[in-house]
């Protein structure tokens, strides 16, 4: 039996999703604030590659503001001459000397009718297996190395082509979006997110987002290491009702709300206080349902090992927090992590600083990871030391992290020829917390098994657990809020390449005062409850400590 809604009633959160609900059926029919192409219109996964596929680089801009008139003037002259294909994508780049940073553009850019998207990954870890480094020289099948220079950062306004829908994100779906990526284009790439559990209702602080939502920019700002790139990409397929006229209306009128200036954000402190807070569930209701997971997993009518159980916090502010402001303290603390912002228009923004990679594909070459087990960084050199130690050598810590890696492994060795391991089990070192981790590598018989990856990694038993649909479905049960797409998979499909993050360590930020901030924590057998909790709230630091958490002004549910 779920828990009975009293269970959560003081402040619940979100409205109680009951077994007798229906479920959301269908594709995604609610219009966009911001006109634009629905990629994922019905049949549009059966169909080829666009007609067109294109990457125009246009002579180096000194400044922005000449870069942005750079791009008007050259989609003023496409559009004179415009292409005669009845379906296609061209992406128009203008170099830039400086390196100047993607948050700040993002940040001058206003308008909240447009979706805006950011995505930062990051700096390759120093223990990646041979197979992954293997992929520098020759990309897995003897071509040629890379022309183009990896982003840092990358930011988006607009969309030229958005994917959304409300069934489960499906291979017709990913088809559907790799129509408008190919390798020729490897920089045009398709940003977004899945919701963690597509076939469980949406709550309304989720319900802009579909099952997942994906969306190639109108207007791209590439931060590279020592220069950068303003870009514009034009998408247009006369099948989904997006004809050429239709798309280059639509960017030049973005292009003409676009600032060519950037916007200075404060990167120490969101000079805000805590008001209320309140978690769903709250530490009673936790305690039970943590409780009830480790009476299935030692009992013998369920293969239950591991279950994730998550906890929801809404923290009122003061004042309204930006989200790109919050995004911009993360990076700074974001070292070995994934930062990304993603937002469609008029909705909430979900902000994130993921250490885990679920996965990033090269070509054929896959790297992956498993992340498990969690202790707080320590205030001295020894003090740290001890605690690592302490992580290493834990019974409970290890039973989690090896059901979490071999899990990855397993299902890696069904997709792919090759899988190696390195290192087995080491410590990955955080700002606040430290992590039981280990590198895997592989390669793919063919890169349209890649939806096959995505499909077999998500959920994992980090974010989930194992058997997965057992675990998957004692959340149904017991979780009352809706994960959304916190611990979803949220990154990138490109024609070349592609990546994704684990989306935890995250916030959803509303228009108003309110931020949920989401934290999860594996139970297996030993589990404590009361540790688990502590260890919410250890994960959940780096956002209480930038709301400036002060304890005496929060009145507690």
Not at 40 to 61: F, I, K, M, N
Not at 145 to 168: I, N
Not at 477 to 485: A, Q, S, T
């Amino acid at each position: 039996m779920a828990p009975s809604s009293s269970l959560y009633s003081s402040g619940r959160l979100l409205p109680s999703r009951m077994a007798s609900t229906p479920r959301l059926i269908g594709r995604w029919l609610r219009p966009s604030c911001s006109l634009a192409m629905n990629g994922c219109a019905a049949g549009a996964g059966d169909r080829g590659a666009v007609s067109l596929q294109e990457t125009r680089v246009l002579p180096a801009a000194s400044a922005p503001l000449e870069a942005v008139g750079q791009l008007r003037a050259a989609v003023a002259a496409l559009n004179a001459d415009p292409p005669a294909s009845s379906s296609g994508i061209i992406r128009i780049e203008v170099p830039i000397p400086q390196r100047g940073d993607a948050i700040e553009w993002l940040h001058a850019q206003r308008q909240s009718s447009l979706p805006r998207c950011f995505f930062s990954a990051r700096a390759p870890l120093p223990d990646t297996p041979a197979l992954a480094a293997a992929d520098s020289s020759n990309n897995g099948i003897g071509f040629h190395k890379e022309q183009w220079e990896q982003p840092v950062s990358v930011a988006g306004v607009g969309s030229a082509v958005f994917f959304r829908g409300t069934d489960p994100f499906s291979l017709r779906d990913w088809r559907a979006i790799k129509r408008f990526l190919s390798r020729d284009c490897p920089l045009i790439r398709a940003y977004g997110a899945i919701r963690f559990d597509a076939t469980s209702d949406a709550s309304v602080e989720w319900e802009d987002y579909g099952a997942f939502y994906f969306v190639v920019p109108q207007v791209e700002f590439n931060e590279l290491e020592e220069s950068s790139v303003l870009a514009t990409t034009i998408a247009w397929d006369d099948s989904l009702s997006w004809t050429w006229r239709s798309a280059v209306e639509e960017l030049q009128s973005t292009l003409h709300k676009i600032s060519p200036s950037s916007a200075k954000v404060n990167r120490s402190t969101l000079q805000t206080a805590i008001i209320n807070l309140n978690h769903v569930p709250t530490k009673a209701s936790w305690d039970l349902a943590v409780t009830k997971a480790l009476q299935m997993i030692k009992g013998r009518q369920t293969e239950l090992v591991k279950v994730v159980l998550a906890r929801c916090s809404r923290y009122i502010t003061d004042t309204r927090i930006d989200p790109l402001e919050l995004l911009a303290c993360l990076k700074v603390e974001g070292q070995n992590a994934y930062q990304f912002c993603i937002q469609p228009p008029d909705a909430p923004a979900f902000v994130g600083n993921s250490p885990e990679q679920l996965f990033h594909r090269k070509y054929l070459n896959i790297s992956s990871e498993a992340l498990a087990g969690t202790r707080a960084r320590g205030k001295t050199r020894a003090d740290d030391f001890q605690i690592g130690q302490d992580l290493l050598l834990s019974t409970k810590e290890d039973t989690e992290f090896t059901i979490v890696r071999d899990s990855i492994k397993k299902k890696l060795e069904m997709i792919c020829n090759e899988v190696v391991v390195n290192p087995s089990k080491a410590l990955r070192k955080l700002p606040r917390v430290q992590h039981l981790s280990a590198q895997l590598a592989a390669r793919l018989r063919n890169e349209d098994d890649e939806f096959d990856i995505l499909n077999a990694l998500h959920p994992s038993p980090a974010v989930c657990g194992l058997p997965t649909e057992e675990a998957r479905q004692f959340i149904r049960d017991y979780e009352i809020f809706d994960r959304g797409m916190y611990a979803g998979p949220v990154g990138w499909f490109g024609g070349a390449e592609s990546e994704f993050a684990v989306g935890i360590r995250s916030a959803l930020l509303g228009k108003g005062h309110s931020t949920l901030v989401y934290a999860g924590a594996g139970i297996v057998e030993g589990t404590n409850p009361s540790f688990e909790w502590d260890e919410l709230d250890l994960k959940a630091s780096q956002f209480a400590k930038l709301l400036q958490y002060q304890e005496q002004h929060i009145c507690y549910h």
